[in-house]
């Protein structure tokens, strides 16, 4: 089955500057790689996917690239606000309704 | 839009008894959800498929006479945990697939502490 590893596992960065957080996929057939954040005592709320047929989509100050050769895909924040602040977990599974496999996640604390 | 939401949020319960949690997509229609399981400081790890109409599809390792899945309509999906145990207490949390090609959409998650 699917595994996803996911580094760093805690990330702290100075508010202004850029995070970047990491996950390696295992199973070759997957196809869709969402990122979540959670805050705490939350749900996980859906702030990027890509899907494997593009290798970069980016939504204002975040972005994901893929490497599908590698079977690796990075959450990119960049202009990191306090608010930023949370648990981010990257996914990867098939884009047609099958489940997800979660990172482990990584804790990114944003100083003001 | 997608919109999921979880009832309760938290709740008490004494060991022994069984607690039921429900999940609603509130503005679309899911003809799957899916059950998890958060322990602290961990990610989400999966407890079953739940699909409208049959019978729900459960991880390895994953009880089902424990965890009961009932998901009697489009809208909505309930997990009971019969029995609850202290070591049961966890954030329980659904999520809910719009369709074939969308992503899943989480619910705020359900705190249960069995004492």
């Known amino acids: 089955g699917e595994n996803v590893e996911q580094h760093p596992s805690t990330l702290s960065v100075q508010e202004g500057d850029s995070a970047v957080i990491k996950c390696t996929y295992s199973?070759?057939?997957?196809?869709?790689f969402p990122w979540y954040k959670q805050e705490l005592g939350k749900g996980p709320q859906l702030i990027i996917d890509?899907?494997?047929?593009?290798g970069e989509k980016k939504d204002q100050r975040i972005a994901v690239t893929l490497n599908k050769t590698a079977k690796h895909f990075s959450l990119h924040i960049t202009e990191t606000q306090p608010e930023d602040s949370a648990v981010y977990f990257c996914a990867a599974g098939m884009e047609y309704g099958n489940k997800l496999v979660f990172g482990a996640g990584t804790i990114l604390r944003v100083k003001s | 839009g997608a919109v999921v939401s979880q009832h309760p949020s938290r709740v008490i319960c004494k060991s022994g008894t069984s607690v039921k949690i429900e999940c609603r997509s509130l503005?679309?229609?899911?003809?799957?959800m899916f059950w998890y399981r958060q322990f602290p400081k961990q990610s989400l790890m999966l407890m079953a498929t739940s699909n409208e109409g049959s019978k729900a599809t459960y991880e390895q390792g994953v009880e089902k006479d424990k965890f009961l899945i009932n998901h009697a309509s489009l809208t909505l999906s309930t997990l009971t945990v019969t029995s609850a145990h202290p070591e049961d207490s966890s954030f329980y949390i659904c999520?809910?697939?719009?369709?074939?090609?969308?992503?899943?959409?989480f619910g705020p998650g359900t705190r249960l502490l069995v004492l």
């Open positions: 999520s809910a697939h719009p369709g074939p090609i969308e992503t899943q959409y």
């Open positions: 890509i899907r494997s047929n593009v």
């Open positions: 503005d679309f229609q899911a003809t799957t």
């Open positions: 199973d070759s057939a997957s196809n869709y």
